[in-house]
């Protein structure tokens, strides 16, 4: 059996977030921080190159990979803190693939048996995920106009701007793949507060130890799956 690789995001930057790395690392899953290794060589989400990143975690003998994202809500329901497991993407701009022969007209999607296995050594109750929800892929840096919310809250539960692209490449790398997402804002228009940097970085830092804690209940289980 292979090794489990973990893609973190921005929630694994910082001395709190490298402190949920460290426990991921600390199970025995290889870590991959996709927007680089700190803050001082932050790669925007736009210019990460997914390729080089899931190649990598092939080259480190990685079988299976749990990718963890911070996006924004697209429902008030969907409260800051959430969880969730999506089952479905939207990522029609983006135009990536790990391979350059007919091969990548194929249909991507989340790993349906891998996820599963995920939903089910995730932990329940407070820290438990929602099961399920469509991730739509922004293309960023900037956030997204209230408008542009607006059209994405009628068919997508989430937004954020990397897992569309990150989800192809590893399955035309044949790698199974599925998510987590942490919902550290509402997006912008959804809440009574305007969205801001400062903003995102408060509710992500308070999401950090709850993503921690739930990171050591599941991979104990998914590491030997």
């Not at 997204?144 to 590893?170: F, K, N, Q, S, Y």
């Not at 970085?201 to 104990?220: F, I, K």
Request: glycine residues 12%.
């Amino acid at each position: 059996m292979g090794k489990l690789g973990v893609i973190m995001g921005s929630n694994g930057l910082g001395s709190e977030g490298e402190n949920v790395a460290a426990t991921a690392a600390g199970h025995g899953a290889f870590v991959l921080q996709r927007h680089g290794g700190s803050a001082g060589d932050y790669t925007l989400p736009h210019r990460i190159d997914h390729v080089e990143n899931l190649r990598a975690l092939v080259g480190q003998g990685c079988d299976r990979v749990v990718a963890i994202a911070s996006v924004g809500s697209l429902k008030e329901e969907l409260a800051v803190g959430s969880f969730v497991c999506p089952d479905d993407f939207i990522a029609m701009h983006v135009g990536i693939s790990a391979l350059d022969d007919a091969r990548a007209h194929r249909a991507p999607g989340f790993d349906r048996a891998w996820r599963a296995r995920v939903l089910e050594a995730w932990p329940e109750g407070e820290l438990g995920a929602r099961d399920g929800g469509v991730y739509w892929q922004a293309i960023g840096p900037r956030f997204e106009t209230p408008a542009e919310i607006r059209l994405m809250a009628t068919h997508a539960d989430v937004v954020g701007m990397t897992l569309g692209a990150e989800c192809v490449v590893a399955g035309d790398l044949e790698i199974p793949y599925a998510a987590i997402c942490v919902v550290d804002n509402l997006a912008n228009g959804v809440g009574a507060r305007e969205i801001s940097l400062e903003e995102v970085e408060r509710q992500r830092l308070a999401n950090v130890v709850r993503l921690r804690d739930a990171l050591d209940a599941a991979l104990p289980r998914l590491v030997d799956a």
